[in-house]
């Protein structure tokens, strides 16, 4: 799981968003601080307040001191550092609200950046020892969570790092990131990892050696257990697997650090972990309950050292079980139905032997529960456990399983039991949080498509609260649906969510558009566009105006198709703003790596489309150029390993692609033979499976995906084929295709990418098995379409918000759809 997601979910609403000073004004700051005279400037940005003399430059970078503070405590302390940077003309900035400090705490909040109230900005050495020296006494005793990235001064709230003081940038691996200059003026990445990282060429002022000789004692041969593996890390700390010294004994060692990772009702990582150790207590002997061996404290941090149960998560169980994700028979449907009915009555028994020890279990979710190889069943995770008689309810709790606001005691369990044996015949409970009258439609699919036993969705039904009244109903739930109200449906949608007044997104879409930009291809505005005028929605010159704004505004450097400059390139070229798109892509960084997606391969493919549509023949031989580098080095590229990147995007599927498009520019056979061969260094890294797919190792998974996956070898695979004839497996890549179940809606890790990958290369096989594929995974999409302003939208990646986007959301699925019912439309670029 990427918790950079359930960050992104902290803002509210239904998309993926950044939390905002104005969400939450009634708790800002700034309304008990004083006001500053005409000698300071104000600057205010996304969270951050800035303040800083008017008299006075700051120098690019240099050392940083942070504030950390509890919620308890942070307006005192902020009261007290503001009321010393104003007297003695020191530059700092401060967190706007407290909403926002407290998301910055959170358990999924990124860890390099919490725990940070204020940062101050000392001009040279000597003004960084006086501010430490003066605000270290002044804020004596107060705590605060300790910052990761950072070096502590004393025992207080203050810490250090040498960074970035004005934003500077630089492309690393692919990535736009902050960037800090070397002696010899280079710009290299200001590493914001979550442990303190000193640049070589700093030398630390004198007075600092003394904190980090400090932070530099203690052995690892003091603690007591030693670690083995890291399972987990979130901003409440790690869960570990161990071994005790004294012993040799095996443990899961988790660790709570104080202050941090805090619930809605601002309840942190220790609380919880005394929490579950009472509970883990009471439930003593129960089989299936991890034993508590230790629970001791080193370094400010608290741990928990429990029983290592064996067996792998019930989502990894089902990941590897679940028949409809391939081309299952009958019999294999019948054998899962009764596996999984078996397990579940199993769960249910544990549950209920917690509950008779007076204990809600209060967490019950598929990555909560241990699977063994004899199929035999394990609870972990106490941390939210409660008594029974306790009114309250956790503030935390798993998308698609925890329960309305209006469950209390056992039936919090039974909310999720029930949302379980949902679950278990069909993995998209996540989604009926967002919509909860997807409910009946999921009900009805598993009572038709598998075996269960009389009452069975009945009584999902009544635990989850269904009525029938509260029905999601779209245009796809038609039982002959008007594809055209469809198509329409998904476009009003996206135009409902566009936002012109934002000047960081138009539409919303994944979580990278805050990291690569909201213009680009793949996550931004001009993939969107793009999909729109594809798929015959038509133009919007307003949208089209807040492109070319928003590209003026910032132009992008990150050369790649999908994320970055050649991506944006294309659709304004194509939208007739030729002269931008030739700016754009003479300002953008050179490749650094071969794919399609961000590297090398989509900028020579990109150069081919504009130069016959700007007639620039500079662009015709700087593609020749790239083709001619990525051809010298296929030969050298890095052997097929177990995480998986062939691919159309990130595979040399991409430069295939290119070679192909070359070989008809040229007529060189040569182009052709390379795109054989690029194609079949992805082959490398796939295998077969036991419906005989093909499908590419991603280590202990196997991916069909556009992106990633099968689906994009075999596009290429269908390119080549109109040139030169192929082996049968292109038909192998297809059956990887063919699965009823597919977790996420999205072009490149999704349905839609396999639905686009079948509609192409059947309008050259025309093939009945593909005409039944393509027909599953048209009616299937409908799990996934969701009512929103007046139309169909569709969740994200990792289903815990809607995107519109053109790679996860409703953008890439109207370009499938559309792929799939008209011939004589394109999809993708260069396909």
Same mark, same amino acid.
């Not at 969270?47 to 050392?63: K, N, Y």
């Not at 839609?752 to 096989?765: D, I, K, P, S, Y």
């Given at each position: 799981?990427?918790?950079?997601?359930?960050?992104?979910?902290?803002?509210?609403?239904?998309?993926?968003?950044?939390?905002? @000073?104005?969400?939450?004004?009634?708790?800002?700051?700034?309304?008990?601080? &004083?006001?500053?005279?005409?000698?300071?400037?104000?600057?205010?940005?996304?969270?951050?307040?800035?303040?800083?003399?008017?008299?006075?430059?700051?120098?690019?970078?240099?050392?940083?001191?942070?504030?950390?503070?509890?919620?308890?405590?942070?307006?005192?302390?902020?009261?007290? *550092?503001?009321?010393?940077? !104003? @007297?003695?003309?020191?530059?700092?900035?401060?967190?706007?609200?407290? #909403?926002?400090?407290?998301?910055?705490?959170?358990?999924?909040?990124?860890?390099?950046?919490?725990?940070?109230?204020?940062?101050?900005?000392?001009?040279?050495?000597?003004?960084?020892?006086?501010?430490?020296?003066?605000? #270290?006494?002044?804020?004596?005793?107060?705590?605060?969570?300790?910052?990761?990235?950072?070096?502590?001064?004393?025992?207080?709230?203050?810490?250090?790092?040498? /960074?970035?003081?004005?934003?500077?940038?630089?492309?690393?691996?692919?990535?736009?990131?902050?960037?800090?200059?070397?002696?010899?003026?280079?710009?290299?990445?200001?590493?914001?990892? &979550?442990?303190?990282?000193?640049?070589?060429?700093?030398?630390?002022?004198?007075?600092?050696?003394?904190?980090?000789?400090?932070?530099?004692?203690?052995?690892?041969?003091?603690? &007591? %257990?030693?670690?083995?593996? #890291?399972?987990?890390?979130?901003?409440?700390?790690?869960?570990?697997?161990?071994?005790?010294?004294?012993?040799?004994?095996?443990?899961?060692?988790?660790?709570?650090?104080?202050?941090?990772?805090?619930?809605?009702?601002?309840?942190?990582?220790?609380?919880?972990?005394?929490?579950?150790?009472?509970?883990?207590?009471?439930?003593?002997?129960?089989?299936?309950?991890?034993?508590?061996?230790?629970? $001791?404290?080193?370094?400010?941090?608290?741990?928990?050292?429990?029983?290592?149960?064996?067996?792998?998560?019930?989502?990894?169980?089902?990941?590897?079980? %679940?028949?409809?994700?391939?081309?299952?028979?009958?019999?294999?449907?019948?054998?899962?139905?009764?596996?999984?009915?078996?397990?579940?009555?199993?769960?249910?028994?544990?549950? @209920?032997?917690?509950?008779?020890?007076?204990? *809600?279990?209060?967490?019950?979710?598929?990555?909560?529960?241990?699977?063994?190889?004899?199929?035999?069943?394990?609870?972990?995770?106490?941390?939210?456990?409660?008594?029974?008689?306790?009114?309250?309810?956790?503030?935390?709790?798993?998308?698609?399983?925890?329960?309305?606001?209006?469950?209390?005691?056992?039936?919090?369990?039974?909310?999720?039991?029930?949302?379980?044996?949902?679950?278990? $015949?069909?993995?998209?409970?996540?989604?009926?949080?967002?919509?909860?009258?997807?409910?009946?439609?999921?009900?009805?699919?598993?009572?038709?498509?598998?075996?269960?036993?009389?009452?069975?969705?009945?009584?999902?039904?009544?635990?989850?609260?269904?009525? /029938?009244?509260?029905?999601?109903?779209?245009?796809?739930?038609?039982?002959?649906?008007?594809?055209?109200?469809?198509?329409?449906?998904?476009?009003?949608?996206?135009?409902?969510?566009?936002?012109?007044?934002?000047?960081?997104?138009?539409?919303?879409?994944?979580?990278?558009?805050?990291?690569?930009?909201?213009?680009? $291809?793949?996550?931004?505005?001009?993939?969107?566009? %793009?999909?729109?005028?594809?798929?015959?929605?038509?133009?919007?010159?307003?949208?089209?105006?807040?492109?070319?704004?928003?590209?003026?505004?910032? &132009?992008?450097?990150?050369?790649?198709?999908?994320?970055?400059?050649?991506?944006?390139?294309?659709?304004?070229?194509?939208?007739?703003?030729?002269?931008?798109?030739?700016?754009?892509?003479?300002?953008?960084?050179?490749?650094?790596?071969?794919?399609?997606?961000?590297?090398?391969?989509?900028?020579?493919?990109?150069?081919?489309?504009?130069?016959? !549509?700007?007639?620039?023949?500079?662009?015709?031989?700087?593609?020749?150029?790239?083709?001619?580098?990525? @051809?010298?080095?296929?030969?050298? +590229?890095?052997?097929?390993?177990?995480?998986?990147?062939?691919?159309?995007?990130?595979?040399?599927?991409?430069?295939?692609?290119?070679?192909?498009?070359?070989?008809?520019?040229?007529?060189?056979?040569?182009?052709?033979?390379?795109?054989?061969?690029?194609?079949?260094?992805?082959?490398?890294?796939?295998?077969?499976?036991?419906?005989?797919?093909?499908?590419?190792?991603?280590?202990?998974?196997?991916?069909?995906?556009?992106?990633? /996956?099968?689906?994009?070898?075999?596009?290429?695979?269908?390119?080549?084929?109109?040139?030169?004839?192929?082996?049968?497996? !292109?038909?192998? !890549?297809?059956?990887?295709?063919?699965?009823?179940?597919?977790?996420?809606?999205?072009?490149?890790?999704?349905? +839609?990418?396999?639905?686009?990958?079948?509609?192409?290369?059947?309008?050259?096989?025309?093939?009945?098995?593909?005409?039944?594929?393509?027909?599953?995974?048209?009616?299937?999409?409908?799990?996934? +379409?969701?009512?929103?302003?007046?139309?169909?939208?569709?969740?994200?990646?990792?289903?815990?918000?809607?995107?519109?986007?053109?790679?996860?959301?409703?953008?890439?699925?109207?370009?499938?759809?559309?792929?799939?019912?008209?011939?004589?439309?394109?999809?993708?670029?260069?396909?």
């Amino acid at each position: 799981m990427d918790h950079r997601y359930e960050a992104h979910c902290l803002a509210g609403g239904r998309f993926y968003d950044v939390l905002q @000073a104005h969400d939450t004004p009634s708790d800002d700051f700034s309304r008990s601080l &004083p006001e500053v005279g005409p000698d300071w400037r104000t600057h205010v940005r996304g969270v951050w307040r800035s303040l800083a003399p008017v008299h006075i430059t700051l120098p690019a970078q240099g050392w940083k001191i942070h504030v950390s503070a509890t919620m308890d405590n942070a307006e005192r302390v902020l009261a007290v *550092v503001f009321d010393y940077c !104003l @007297a003695v003309g020191t530059a700092f900035k401060h967190l706007r609200t407290k #909403s926002i400090l407290l998301a910055s705490n959170s358990k999924y909040a990124l860890r390099s950046a919490s725990g940070k109230l204020m940062t101050i900005y000392p001009r040279d050495d000597a003004e960084l020892a006086r501010v430490l020296t003066d605000l #270290s006494a002044a804020l004596e005793g107060e705590p605060g969570p300790y910052i990761l990235s950072d070096l502590r001064y004393r025992t207080g709230p203050l810490y250090l790092r040498y /960074g970035g003081f004005l934003p500077r940038w630089v492309e690393h691996n692919g990535v736009r990131v902050p960037a800090i200059e070397t002696p010899d003026g280079t710009l290299v990445p200001d590493v914001r990892k &979550p442990v303190f990282h000193l640049p070589d060429w700093v030398e630390p002022p004198s007075f600092l050696r003394p904190c980090l000789a400090a932070r530099a004692t203690g052995s690892p041969d003091d603690f &007591p %257990y030693r670690i083995t593996e #890291s399972l987990h890390h979130s901003n409440a700390g790690g869960v570990y697997l161990a071994t005790r010294r004294s012993d040799g004994t095996k443990v899961v060692l988790k660790e709570a650090r104080p202050h941090c990772g805090l619930d809605r009702e601002q309840v942190d990582a220790v609380t919880r972990l005394h929490r579950e150790h009472e509970t883990l207590t009471r439930l003593a002997g129960i089989t299936g309950v991890p034993a508590v061996h230790d629970r $001791f404290s080193v370094w400010e941090h608290e741990y928990l050292a429990m029983q290592h149960m064996p067996g792998r998560p019930l989502s990894r169980w089902l990941a590897t079980t %679940y028949p409809l994700v391939r081309h299952a028979t009958d019999q294999q449907v019948t054998d899962y139905t009764a596996r999984a009915l078996a397990l579940l009555g199993r769960i249910e028994a544990l549950v @209920a032997e917690v509950h008779e020890r007076g204990v *809600v279990f209060a967490d019950l979710h598929p990555h909560n529960v241990l699977v063994d190889e004899d199929d035999s069943v394990s609870l972990v995770d106490f941390e939210l456990a409660f008594p029974i008689d306790r009114p309250a309810r956790p503030a935390l709790g798993a998308q698609g399983f925890r329960a309305p606001a209006d469950r209390r005691g056992v039936d919090v369990d039974r909310y999720a039991l029930a949302a379980l044996r949902l679950w278990a $015949f069909l993995p998209l409970t996540s989604v009926l949080e967002l919509e909860r009258g997807k409910l009946h439609q999921y009900l009805d699919f598993i009572e038709q498509r598998f075996d269960l036993p009389g009452g069975y969705c009945d009584r999902i039904r009544r635990e989850m609260g269904g009525t /029938g009244h509260d029905v999601a109903v779209t245009e796809w739930d038609q039982p002959a649906p008007d594809w055209h109200l469809v198509r329409k449906s998904i476009t009003e949608a996206i135009l409902a969510s566009a936002t012109p007044d934002r000047a960081d997104r138009l539409f919303p879409g994944d979580v990278e558009q805050f990291v690569s930009g909201g213009t680009s $291809f793949g996550y931004g505005a001009a993939g969107v566009l %793009y999909a729109l005028d594809t798929s015959g929605a038509g133009r919007f010159p307003d949208h089209e105006q807040w492109l070319v704004d928003a590209v003026r505004r910032t &132009p992008p450097t990150r050369p790649g198709f999908y994320d970055g400059a050649h991506g944006i390139a294309h659709v304004l070229a194509n939208f007739g703003h030729h002269d931008l798109a030739a700016e754009v892509v003479a300002r953008c960084e050179p490749a650094s790596d071969h794919s399609l997606a961000g590297g090398a391969a989509g900028v020579a493919l990109n150069l081919l489309h504009l130069a016959d !549509l700007l007639g620039e023949r500079d662009f015709l031989a700087e593609a020749e150029r790239i083709g001619d580098r990525l @051809a010298a080095a296929l030969p050298t +590229a890095a052997p097929p390993g177990s995480k998986g990147t062939a691919g159309l995007f990130h595979g040399w599927s991409g430069p295939g692609l290119l070679f192909v498009r070359l070989f008809e520019r040229t007529d060189d056979r040569r182009w052709l033979d390379l795109a054989d061969q690029a194609v079949a260094r992805d082959l490398r890294e796939c295998v077969s499976k036991e419906d005989g797919s093909l499908q590419v190792r991603d280590g202990r998974r196997t991916l069909p995906y556009l992106s990633v /996956g099968g689906a994009g070898i075999a596009l290429v695979l269908n390119e080549l084929a109109a040139h030169a004839p192929q082996s049968g497996l !292109l038909t192998d !890549l297809l059956r990887g295709c063919y699965g009823e179940f597919v977790i996420h809606p999205g072009l490149a890790l999704g349905r +839609a990418g396999q639905l686009a990958t079948l509609a192409l290369v059947n309008r050259r096989l025309r093939d009945p098995e593909l005409d039944r594929a393509i027909s599953c995974h048209l009616a299937n999409l409908r799990w996934h +379409a969701l009512p929103h302003g007046g139309g169909i939208a569709f969740p994200g990646h990792q289903l815990l918000r809607l995107s519109t986007d053109l790679g996860t959301g409703s953008a890439g699925v109207l370009l499938a759809v559309t792929a799939a019912l008209d011939d004589n439309r394109p999809v993708l670029p260069f396909l």
